[in-house]
Structure formats: structure tokens, C-alpha cells
């Protein structure tokens, strides 16, 4: 079985073929609840039979467990059949199981501390450790990882850790990327703006945006968006549900950027919903749809912690969304005039 793929050669170095759909692997680093390995194999298996190519991972995810069940996984996968991306940014330090980090987010995992860490030796020292989790001989995209005000804490410390990347860690991406060692680079975040400032200091290539270009959010639109369709710089949307509320509905408790959603995104999305509703078609099927109509948008990837998850995706994936859909959308406000429907 195929999945439709998105061909992206900025470099003219042979480019990489996404799938539309990838996974994201942070649930199968046991994100919020542990999983078994014969359950991440379960997903990881229907993702594959599936057609799916493209897998996402980081050393966060799990502080390592996710590379190292993708490891197992993709051991015994031709390496040129697949396009495979991790993170940098973060280094990893072993310490008493009561002093890890991640506590209430990450079960049953190895304990370790988090050092956010963009220099030179830092990122060579993680796409080392990624290596060995991996067990490849090469990455294909690297992205600098939660360089964003939610992780960093505040818009000071977001832009001396950028100002460290670019003195650093840049130069180190620039070499691997220049050696063969991966085949692009870019920056996996939470905030377009950010990943605005890097294409501005750099020769970026791709990026990870998680939760900013989707049926509720396009504000990205304003600049960003514009700026990597011009120069060829590919995007990857992670988060295309908003944290689940463009998955489930407006139902209480639904959740919007990793918290219960105010009362204003649950209206908005009950509306959003009626329009669906009113054509046919499942929100989380248009939600899917929606960022792939972008021209720069090379691979939407959901996460699926359980096998009922990835066959959503999958639904998702197949669904046909009726053109009068985004018409009625944009005519009710709910969707920006300018955003690409066709």
C-alpha cells in the first residue's frame, strides 16, 4: 500500500519524498501514560502497512525510549525506504531515578535531566547519542528543538539560546549537512515567529511547526508562511489537532495547546464542527486536510499512542473534503480568507 508523497529538493541535492501523513513518535516515548513495546509495535506496524514513511523523533521523547523503539522497528526496513528526522538542542544526563525531569509526563522511562544545550560541541554530542539509539548510518533532517518561550520561559532567554545556535550549533548543522551525515536541517517549535527569526540568520530548510497552522490558528500566514513558500523551505505541521480539540469536538474537557480549552476556542470549534457536519465530513478529517492545501506544507504528523489512533490518521489521511467546505468556512469568518483551499 502508498500513501500520496510530497517530493521537497531545496538543496538539489536529490531532495527527500514525505508522506503526506508521518508519525510523530513523542506518544511512543509513553508521553502522559506508559505504553508496552508490543504496543508502540503495533502502531508503528499499522503505520507502515499503511504506507507511511515518515517518522518523527527526538531525544526528549521518552529521554531516548522513543529512538531506541524506532531502533528496534526500523532495523530490519531499507534505509532508503523511509525518511527519518530527530532533534537537537537537548542533551541528556543520567541521574538518580527521584531527580529526572519529566515527572507527570513521561512514565516509566530512563531517568535523566534535560540540559538545553545549542552550541557546537552540544549539537554534536546529541546527533552522536542519536546515532547510537537509532542504530542508522544517517539522518535525514535534523531540527533544533523547543527554542520557543514555553520551553525556554521567557523572550530573553528564547533569543540568547537562538544567538548561542547561530554562534554554535548552526555551524555544526551546516558541517553534518555538508558531509552527508544528514541531508537538511531546520528547527522543530511551537511558535512561527521564531522559526521567522532563524530563516532570517540562516540557511534553514525545513520546519517542524507544531499547533500554528491549523483550522483554528493561521496566523502564520501573515509573514511566515510567505517567506518559506519564496524560498523553497519545506514545513512540517505537527500538532494539526491543536492538542486534540480538532480530534474530539468542543466536549468538556477538550484540550487546546496542552491545556482544558477556554471557553472561546470551544465555541469556535463547535462552530467550525457545524460546518462540517452540515457537508459530511469529520472535523478531524478537514483539520488533517487543511495545512496540506499550503504549497509549502510537505507532511502533516499527528501522534498515535494506540492503534485506533493511527487508523483515525489514516481515515484522515484518505478523506475527500468537498471544496464548498472551506468556501462555507471563510464566508462564516471561521477560516482566513487568504489561506490555499484548492
Same mark, same amino acid.
Given at each position: ?31 502522559? +501514560?506508559? !505504553?508496552?513495546?508490543?504496543? @508502540?509495535?503495533?502502531?508503528? /506496524? =499499522? ?8 517518522? #518523527? ?67 554534536? +554530542?546529541? !546527533?552522536?547519542?542519536?546515532? @547510537?539509539?537509532?542504530?542508522? /548510518? =544517517? ?8 527554542? #520557543? ?194
Amino acid at each position: 500500500m502508498a500513501l500520496a508523497t510530497r517530493h521537497w529538493d531545496r538543496l538539489g541535492n536529490g531532495g527527500l519524498d514525505f508522506t503526506e501523513l508521518g508519525l510523530g513518535t513523542a506518544p511512543l516515548g509513553n508521553l502522559y +501514560r506508559a !505504553i508496552s513495546d508490543a504496543e @508502540a509495535d503495533a502502531v508503528m /506496524d =499499522r503505520a507502515w502497512t499503511a504506507g507511511l514513511r515518515y517518522f #518523527d523523533t527526538a531525544p526528549l521523547y521518552g529521554f531516548g525510549l522513543s529512538e531506541t523503539r524506532l531502533n528496534r522497528f526500523l532495523r530490519d526496513k531499507p534505509r532508503d525506504h523511509y525518511v527519518l528526522s530527530t532533534k537537537v538542542g537537548r542533551l541528556l544526563e543520567p541521574c538518580p531515578p527521584g531527580l529526572r525531569d519529566g515527572v507527570g509526563k513521561w512514565f516509566d522511562v530512563p531517568a535523566r535531566r534535560e540540559v538545553y544545550d545549542y552550541s557546537y560541541d552540544g549539537v554534536m +554530542r546529541s !546527533i552522536e547519542a542519536s546515532f @547510537a539509539r537509532l542504530g542508522v /548510518d =544517517r539522518i535525514d533532517v535534523l531540527l533544533v528543538h523547543d527554542l #520557543d518561550v514555553a520551553n525556554q520561559g521567557s523572550r530573553a532567554n528564547v533569543d540568547a539560546k537562538l544567538a548561542q545556535l547561530m554562534a554554535g550549533g548552526y555551524h555544526a548543522l551546516e558541517r553534518l549537512r555538508r558531509e552527508g551525515a544528514i541531508k537538511a536541517f531546520g528547527a522543530g517549535v511551537n511558535e512561527w515567529q521564531v522559526c521567522q527569526q532563524m530563516a532570517e540568520q540562516g540557511d534553514f530548510d525545513l520546519f517542524l511547526l507544531a499547533g500554528r497552522y491549523t483550522l483554528l490558528e493561521q496566523e502564520a500566514l501573515d509573514s511566515f508562511l510567505p517567506l518559506c513558500q519564496s524560498r523553497g523551505i519545506g514545513i512540517i505541521i505537527g500538532g494539526p489537532y491543536n492538542s486534540g480539540i480538532l480530534a474530539t469536538g468542543a466536549r468538556p474537557g477538550a484540550f487546546y495547546n496542552y491545556e482544558p480549552a477556554p471557553q472561546p476556542i470551544l465555541d469556535r470549534v463547535e462552530r467550525i464542527e457545524a460546518v462540517c457536519t452540515a457537508h459530511g465530513v469529520r472535523m478531524v478529517d478537514a483539520a488533517f486536510r487543511f495545512p496540506l492545501l499550503h504549497p509549502s506544507v510537505v507532511s502533516v504528523i499527528p501522534g498515535g499512542q494506540g492503534v485506533d489512533e493511527m487508523e483515525s490518521n489514516i481515515a484522515a489521511h484518505a478523506a475527500a473534503i468537498p471544496p464548498a467546505l472551506w468556501d462555507d468556512l471563510k464566508d462564516q469568518g471561521l477560516l482566513r480568507a487568504d489561506a490555499p483551499t484548492a
